[in-house]
């Protein structure tokens, strides 16, 4: 249930790739309007994820992820009736408010009840559901469409289902939000609140209980003395991140977020049928390849769940991005050349493919798990606001800098960004594979 706050991400984060022409058209958007546009949304995502681990430290895991949901289900309303551009955008960027909570109080809720020999998997259940809503808000926007197109101009009449169905699309491909919003707002009232966040709050019983459902009773009984013996009655602060060997976990967590949004991964998901008008098809076609490149998502995506907690973190994360680096290359130099469009659209495949089964599946395992019970909510929402910064960025500035220097610049770009976020990896991420998170805490003090 809290994993499917990964399918509204997804599905909140890829449904406008399929609006982004037709909004412009409609509104007489500029390059930077359109830019805008695009990152409304993700500016939402950054002041969510800023407060999202404050929220969740303060008030638990669960009620903050309620209010989460409830952002999104008013946006997806919003985003379907707007009057002017201005209440889209200020619509969007209230859904985004609701997916930068989620992005940090998802995998973290997941990872605190998690045994360690599952963890990776279990916590990875997060990004199979991001790459699922991806998917089906493909779908979904190519279907709404060939709707559109193939009804007469007077189908439906003057109403309202003509209106967002028809005459303006757009709408409606924003409305289908509405129904896994209110789903995924209603089942969250059903969930236990988070085993260590009851311990931090002095609910040593309840998050016995929670523990025992989840693994047996005697290994609860462990696990719940060592969180009480990391927690020993202190309340993290933000400064004690910055102590040493915590401060080299933020290190890992802020890198991962950095890199993990300079790869263009979220620039193919938001642009990738304009990307693919671009390198010479035509809008329905754009939409079925876009369609064939979540497919390839969720593909590899379960290959990452099924080894994450068989191979680790690492070889998927420096191994993946390795050959991210070099398809996103090859890409670079399709495009330059002006290569078939089959042929580019092979490679972003593969790049797709790449990104899915490394930093894609591994940022939302090692991110939550890094960091000590006490600033767990703090370190992740540092994080991931680093990823929603960085994500807002790059959807802002790419209409504009491919206006400027072409698309191959700036897939080469991305290559270059990625080849440096290998080496990086290589050098500071730890394995965690099979460690509790007392474990990994010890791992970072060790290390002063």
Known sequence: ????GGFLFGFDTAVIS???EIVE???TLSKLEVGWFGSAALMGCIIGALFAGSLGDRYGRKPTLILAGVFYFVSALYSTIPESFGVLVWARALGGLGVGMASVLGPMYISEFSPPRLRGRIVALYQLSIALGILLAYLSNYLLLGFSESSPASFGGSGFFHYTMVAEVWRGMFGAEMIPAALFTILLFSVPESPRWLVKAGNTDKALRVLARVDGRSTAEHELREIQQTISGRQGSLKELFSPGLRRALLVGVGLSFFGQLTGVNVVVYYGPVIMRDVGLENGNALFY????GIINLAFTLLAIWKIDGWGRRPLLIGGMALVAVSMAVTAILVILNAPPIWVIVLLGLYIA????SICAVIWVLTPEIFPNRVRGRGA???????????AFSAFAFPWYVAAFGLGTGFFTFAGICLIATIFFWKFVPETRGKSL???EAYWTSRK
Do not use: D, R
Request: no cysteine.
């Open 354 to 357: 790449f990104l899915a089964v």
């Open 18 to 20: 399929g609006t982004v």
């Open 1 to 4: 249930m809290a994993s499917l």
């Open 438 to 440: 007392e474990e990994i």
């Open 290 to 293: 876009q369609l064939a490149l």
């Open 25 to 27: 058209k409609q509104y």
């Open 381 to 391: 929402s540092i994080s991931t606001f680093t990823n929603w910064t960085m994500n």
